[in-house]
């Protein structure tokens, strides 16, 4: 029973350039979220897929962000034209029901 | 605007000791919540959640409580173990938009044996 994949575990970049994250979600789940968390706050909502159709969106998900989930399977996260602001923790969950299940996430360290 | 809050940054409890840790919340919307915990470098795992028509649910050493009227829950974990050592999100969701789940701040509980 594999869990939820994010890759790359950690990102360094320079401000200015584009990054962008993978996450396997658990195989049955058809739901998939995406989440940003800093230190010392919890996950804050960025957007969610059911299959491949994205749902929602946060206000804090600005044009700089794009998500999208192909064939509702895995997803991407890109980030535009990176800020010092967006480093953070950026976190992928899925679910089937109310409990979503979340990967080990991804470190983005813009410098 | 914070919807979920947790006022206890940190909380140290002896072994075998009872931990409660607590959680507010703003939203009267909000009718589904949920605990997670989490480790230094993994991604939060689900723990306990309680449906806002029940006012407790238990689940092993932990039993999570609601009372709507004061928009409060708590987790109580009983026995504490150092295993439990971890920081612990409350979350909380609506009926009409369960999928976005909004997290508190967390609270760091250290649990020394």
């Known amino acids: 029973d594999t869990g939820v994949s994010q890759n790359p575990r950690h990102k360094i970049t320079k401000r200015g350039q584009n990054v962008t994250f993978r996450c396997d979600p658990i195989?049955?789940?058809?739901?998939l979220y995406w989440y940003r968390q800093t230190l010392g706050q919890g996950p804050e909502f960025l957007t969610y897929?059911?299959?491949?159709?994205?749902?929602?969106k946060s206000r804090l998900l600005s044009d700089r962000f794009s998500a999208e989930r192909p064939k509702g399977s895995f997803s991407t996260l890109e980030i535009q034209r990176t800020e010092q602001g967006d480093s953070a923790m950026y976190l992928c969950?899925?679910?089937?029901?109310?409990?979503?299940?979340f990967g080990p996430g991804t470190r983005l360290t813009v410098t | 605007d914070q919807q979920v809050k947790q006022n206890s940054p940190s909380l140290s409890v002896q072994e075998g000791r009872i931990s409660i840790l607590n959680c507010d919340y703003t939203?009267?919307?909000?009718?589904?919540f949920l605990w997670y915990k989490k480790y230094p470098a993994e991604g939060p795992t689900f723990l306990i959640s309680?449906?806002?028509?029940?006012d407790k649910n238990e689940d092993g050493r932990f039993t999570v409580f609601l009372n709507k009227s004061a928009k409060h829950l708590s987790l109580h974990i009983v026995p504490s173990q150092p295993g439990d050592s971890a920081v612990y999100f409350c979350?909380?969701?609506?009926?009409?938009?369960?999928?976005?789940?909004?997290f508190g701040p967390g609270t760091s509980l250290s649990v020394i044996p």
């Open positions: 969950a899925s679910s089937h029901v109310h409990e979503q299940y």
């Open positions: 195989s049955e789940h058809n739901r």
């Open positions: 897929f059911q299959n491949e159709a994205q749902l929602e």
């Open positions: 939203n009267s919307m909000f009718d589904y």
């Open positions: 309680i449906s806002s028509i029940k």
């Open positions: 979350a909380a969701s609506e009926e009409t938009s369960y999928d976005k789940v909004i």
